[in-house]
């Protein structure tokens, strides 16, 4: 069992559940957000955990992610696969130790391009993945990388897109998750109102071929026995 860990109602899973389900993984969503309890990480067989409006540092304001960052803590304890996406990735970063800064220099917004590292190449999460490779931004925070990490991928704009922890733990800075709908779906939360559909658009079949191997490729770490 795969679990998908939802931070905001309006950053749904996107193309990760239409994967889990193609490949037949059985998986189950579940969102703190909602008072939702978190499982032992050690009991499922991957964690994909998904971005978020809100940044790391507001837990007064969403005290959730308190449980999530002790949740992650102990998945890096556990040695379980885990994907984190932007929040997600955030959060896995400062809960190892690393630092995220809030209105950092490194934000991006649409369709952008990222390059591997001579690691990222090598990586089994970016297996059959072009170099550079589209994917989809729209972060104004961004993540140091933890004690021990690393780096795995970083674009012009933000040099911190994506490490390693261990052998199967990950953060992204980017969004392999989104699809025309959640991209419309955010488009209208911007103020002033923001056009990134267009761009994405005429990105989708490039965009998409990256994202369903990434997250494919995610997804066969989690069902591969676990290595102690």
Request: charged share 15%; glycine share 10%.
């Amino acid at each position: 069992m795969l679990l998908i860990v939802q931070n905001d109602p309006r950053c749904p899973a996107g193309s990760c559940s239409r994967l889990l389900d193609d490949k037949g993984h059985p998986f189950s969503t579940i969102a703190p957000y909602d008072g939702a309890a978190l499982p032992d990480p050690a009991t499922v067989s991957g964690i994909i955990v998904l971005g978020g409006e809100m940044g790391v540092h507001d837990t007064v304001e969403h005290p959730y992610l308190a449980r999530v960052i002790s949740f992650l803590r102990q998945a890096l304890q556990a040695g379980t696969p885990l994907l984190g996406i932007c929040l997600g990735g955030q959060l896995l970063s400062y809960a190892a130790g690393g630092e995220v800064i809030s209105r950092s220099p490194y934000g991006e917004q649409g369709v952008c391009q990222v390059e591997l590292t001579g690691e990222g190449a090598r990586d089994p999460l970016f297996l059959g993945l072009p170099d550079p490779f589209l994917t989809f931004q729209l972060h104004n925070d961004s993540f140091t990388l933890p004690p021990g990490a690393t780096l795995l991928a970083s674009s012009h704009a933000c040099p911190y897109q994506a490490f390693r922890l261990g052998q199967a733990t990950y953060g992204v800075q980017f969004h392999p998750e989104v699809d025309p709908s959640i991209v419309a779906a955010w488009d209208l939360l911007s103020t002033p109102k923001t056009d990134h559909l267009s761009s994405f658009l005429a990105a989708e079949a490039a965009f998409n071929k990256v994202s369903q191997q990434l997250i494919g490729n995610f997804i066969s770490l989690a069902s591969s026995p676990r290595l102690s």
